[in-house]
């Protein structure tokens, strides 16, 4: 998988994981798509879960526009 993959995943994981309540709702949300995400760009699915799953859990904490609980 190449860095724009990961980026790509990074990316549409925090844009799925916005619009739910909780750090457990965005993190399952962006685990999804970003192994979707992966095995659509030709990468490593898990790969892909876990780095989507770990942008929709911390997004709320890094600040990005539109996560946070409700």
Same mark, same amino acid.
């Given at each position: 998988?190449?860095?724009?993959?990961?980026?790509?995943?990074?990316? @549409?994981?925090?844009?799925?994981?916005?619009?739910?309540?909780?750090? @457990?709702?965005?993190?399952?949300?962006?685990?999804?798509?970003?192994?979707?995400? @992966?095995?659509?760009?030709?990468? #490593?699915?898990?790969?892909? @879960?876990?780095?989507?799953?770990?942008?929709?859990?911390?997004? !709320?904490?890094? #600040?990005?526009?539109?996560? !946070? #609980? !409700?």
């Amino acid at each position: 998988m190449t860095i724009k993959s990961y980026i790509l995943v990074g990316i @549409a994981a925090f844009g799925l994981s916005g619009c739910l309540a909780s750090d @457990a709702e965005r993190g399952l949300a962006g685990a999804a798509g970003g192994a979707v995400i @992966a095995g659509a760009t030709g990468g #490593n699915a898990v790969t892909g @879960a876990v780095i989507g799953g770990a942008g929709g859990y911390f997004c !709320r904490d890094l #600040n990005v526009p539109g996560c !946070r #609980n !409700r």
